[in-house]
Nanobody, 114 residues
Framework: QVQFVESGGGLVQPGGSLRLSCVAS????????IAWYRQAPGQQRNLVAG???????HYPDSVKGRFSISRDNAKSTTFLHMSGLEPEDTADYYC????????WGQGTQVTVSS
């Protein structure tokens, strides 16, 4: 069963940047499509970036041009590069399979505030 550990969140000013990391274990990472999701207080969890095993990426309009997902199969790690951060990006960020979901990790908190 694949497990995920997210890190890299923190407090950042509007317009700033962060890079989140997600380390996977317990499965053949290179075969998995992986996505980053976020959940703001009182809201549902939504996908913000996805990357297939072949490296094809997808972003919703809300983050397109500001967020970038990448992966390092040798390290079983997925990254989410976030720039031009806005207060609306404040949320807990999680990674998981882009497809049938597995157990969620603990997430990493991102707060965008001046």
């Amino acid at each position: 069963q694949v497990q995920f550990v997210e890190s890299g969140g923190g407090l950042v000013q509007p317009g700033g940047s962060l890079r989140l990391s997600c380390v996977a274990s317990g499965s053949d990472f290179s075969l998995l499509s992986i996505a980053w999701y976020r959940q703001a207080p009182g809201q549902q969890r939504n996908l913000v970036a996805g990357i297939t095993s072949g490296g094809t990426t997808h972003y919703p309009d809300s983050v397109k041009g500001r967020f970038s997902i990448s992966r390092d199969n040798a390290k079983s790690t997925t990254f989410l590069h976030m720039s031009g951060l806005e207060p609306e990006d404040t949320a807990d960020y999680y990674c998981n399979v882009w497809g049938p979901l597995r157990n969620w990790g603990q997430g990493t908190q991102v707060t965008v505030s001046s």
